[in-house]
Nanobody
Framework: QVQLVESGGGSVQTGGFLTLSCAPS????????ISWFRRAPGQEREGVAG???????????FYTDSVEGRFTISQDNAKSTVYLHMNSLKPEDTALYYC????????????????WGQGTQVTVSS
């Protein structure tokens, strides 16, 4: 089993920044992808950013178009915590952000993510 603990959410004004953290624990050895998803009120869950932490593409990252150039996903040198650095935040970024881990190169296919965190709220006011 793998546990994911998110932190770092909060409330900021438009143009502000936040950094979210996702700390995996447990049997993490076979994880391949860790990604951030979000769900805004009344909307479906969408993929935000992901990073390959295992397999042949380790270190590669991917982003949804709406956050490209504003958000950066990274993993610390100890190969544990994954960060989502969010800059130039907009009201439309307001959502509950979830960290998810997969044993596959999953990208945005949510059915391939076996492990999910509880979520951390991000609120951006205009």
């Amino acid at each position: 089993q793998v546990q994911l603990v998110e932190s770092g959410g909060g409330s900021v004004q438009t143009g502000g920044f936040l950094t979210l953290s996702c700390a995996p624990s447990g049997n993490t050895r076979n994880l391949v992808t860790i990604s951030w998803f979000r769900r805004a009120p009344g909307q479906e869950r969408e993929g935000v950013a992901g990073i390959a932490i295992g397999g042949g593409m380790s270190g590669s990252t991917f982003y949804t178009d709406s956050v490209e150039g504003r958000f950066t996903i990274s993993q610390d040198n100890a190969k544990s915590t994954v960060y989502l650095h969010m800059n130039s935040l907009k009201p439309e970024d307001t959502a509950l952000y979830y960290c998810a881990a997969s044993l596959y190169s999953a990208r945005w296919t949510t059915s391939l993510y076996d492990y999910w965190g509880q979520g951390t709220q991000v609120t951006v006011s205009s």
